[in-house]
């Protein structure tokens, strides 16, 4: 188990430099500079000289890659092109929000599918069948923008029960941007909760147990839910891991100021080492929290653990 995480860790290397490499190729395909951000100071042409240079911007792209990964290696993201900031100590700061939401989100998520998912396996062909599936086919279709911008117009303008945007007001503010990333998530996971207990509901050892006289709320709970949760946890993880990685819509929209609004207001300036610094350690997380997922297969099916401690136990014997 440990020698599996640590690989899955070391698999962090190959990732942040193809995304770093990728991020800096971009960026340098791109028009203009991080210096037209400054040109409302009106720069002499000396001051854009001495801007090149403490910038890199005379050497090759492949320099100032080269450059920002050793430093990268150091712990060290650099500071932003434009207003001179740790790019790490801007990244922690936005952090926080951006997993409160979505966490919130997957909460949200997560409590509404599987209820829903398990009753439509229950009711497989009935009419709540029917609602639960295209209510999914919804979710999983419906672009997360103009959900957000729904979402708005009644909750905020129309009824005026909800802020529209921003923190101030707490809970209320996170109220919009949490539902509306966990439309998606919940649309995703109640497929998949439905689809798997369909399959466990076929399987003999329920009919064995409804035939010893196990109540059906302990066969479902139980028996056919414990069986089903590793595709259940595979989508709620997957989901999680997107909002982490993907936020950036529902944070401009609802002006939540987390790491995706940070990467947008990034881009926007042109601010090179803040994007590609906020895109690596995203994309970071993204790999920590399929790691995450897939170290709880083991916690809940002992047949995935067993595999991890045959395959270490079979090392062992050819040492």
């Known amino acids: ?54 910038f890199n911007l005379d050497r090759p792209m492949i320099y100032r890659y080269g450059v920002y990964m050793f430093n990268l290696v150091q712990g060290d993201l650099g500071v932003s092109d434009v207003t001179g900031l740790s790019v790490w100590r801007e990244f922690i700061v936005r952090l926080p929000n951006t997993l409160v939401l979505s966490f919130t989100a997957l909460i949200i998520g997560a409590a509404i599918a599987i209820p829903l998912g398990i ?17 999914s086919l919804v979710g999983v279709s419906i672009p997360v923008f103009w959900l957000g911008l729904l979402l708005i117009l ?30 998606a998530l919940m649309a995703n996971a109640a497929r998949q909760t439905r689809s798997n207990m369909l399959e466990v509901f076929k399987a003999d050892y329920l009919r064995t147990a409804r035939a010893k006289g196990v109540p059906e709320r302990v066969v479902i709970r139980k028996h056919a839910l414990g069986n089903a949760w590793i595709p259940i946890i595979t989508a709620i993880g997957s989901s999680l891991s997107v909002q982490l990685a993907g936020s950036v819509v529902v944070e401009s929209v609802f002006a939540w100021p ?57 090392r062992r014997r050819a040492a």
Not at 119 to 135: E, F, Q, R
Not at 160 to 183: D, K, N, Q, T, V
Not at 264 to 271: P, S
């Open 258 to 314: 987390g790491i995706g609004r940070l990467a947008a207001d990034a881009v926007t300036a042109r601010d090179v080492t803040l994007t590609t610094g906020v895109v690596i350690m995203t994309s970071i997380l993204y790999v920590l929290v399929q790691l995450i997922v897939d170290v709880l297969y083991a916690f809940v099916d002992p047949r995935v653990k067993a595999q991890y401690l045959s395959a270490s136990k079979k």
């Open 154 to 183: 009644a909750f905020s303008l129309h009824f005026g029960w909800l802020p529209s945007g921003g923190y101030e007001h707490g809970i209320r503010s996170l109220l919009l941007p949490a539902l509306c990333s966990s439309f």
């Open 119 to 135: 009753i439509a396996a229950m009711k497989a062909g009935s009419l709540v069948d029917n609602a639960v599936t295209v209510v």
């Open 1 to 54: 188990m440990i020698r599996y995480i640590l690989i899955r860790f070391l698999w962090l290397i190959p990732i942040i430099i193809c995304v770093s490499l990728i991020v800096f190729s971009l960026m340098e395909l791109a028009p203009g500079n991080a210096i037209d951000a400054m040109l409302s100071e009106d720069l002499t042409p000396e001051a854009r000289q001495e801007l090149i240079r403490r």
